[in-house]
């Protein structure tokens, strides 16, 4: 990526964070007046600081559709049934890992897999739904 792909990626960056304001801000860290001043280094520790941010974001967003997951199979009831929501994780079967032990990648998986189970036990709650009706 050449120079001035950095300097947009910067802004695009920025505007995504809705941080765009604070520009000026980041400039004068860096004793300058204009992303065309910055180095090679500084535009990449730049566009390194402002993607961790990013992916903080989305690791929280990820955590936060898991719980939704959770709570609609049933695991998580309220912020007092942590104890029930590790316990679940624990197992080798859903993750063998503890929530904010995981990557983005594996909470993606994760849901993935939840969103399974949330299918498995909709589709047994309609077939049991049938056959009480039969009977």
């Not at 520790?45 to 989305?58: G, P, R």
Request: charged content about 30%; glycine content about 4%; hydrophobic content about 35%.
């Amino acid at each position: 990526m050449d120079t001035s792909q950095k300097r947009k990626l910067i802004y695009q960056l920025l505007a995504k964070k809705g941080i765009l304001g604070q520009k000026q801000a980041l400039l004068d860290a860096y004793g300058v007046d204009s992303t065309k001043s910055l180095t090679e280094d500084q535009l990449d520790e730049i566009i390194s600081s402002l993607s961790k941010d990013s992916d903080a974001q989305q690791i929280k967003r990820w955590r936060s559709n898991v719980l939704c997951t959770l709570q609609r199979i049933g695991i998580y009831k309220t912020n007092e049934s942590w104890e029930s929501v590790n316990n679940f994780l624990l197992s080798p079967k859903i993750a063998g890992k503890l929530m904010y032990d995981m990557d983005l990648t594996e909470l993606k998986e994760l849901n993935k897999k939840l969103l399974n189970i949330l299918k498995k036990q909709t589709i047994k709650k309609e077939n049991e739904r049938i056959i009480a009706k039969m009977n």
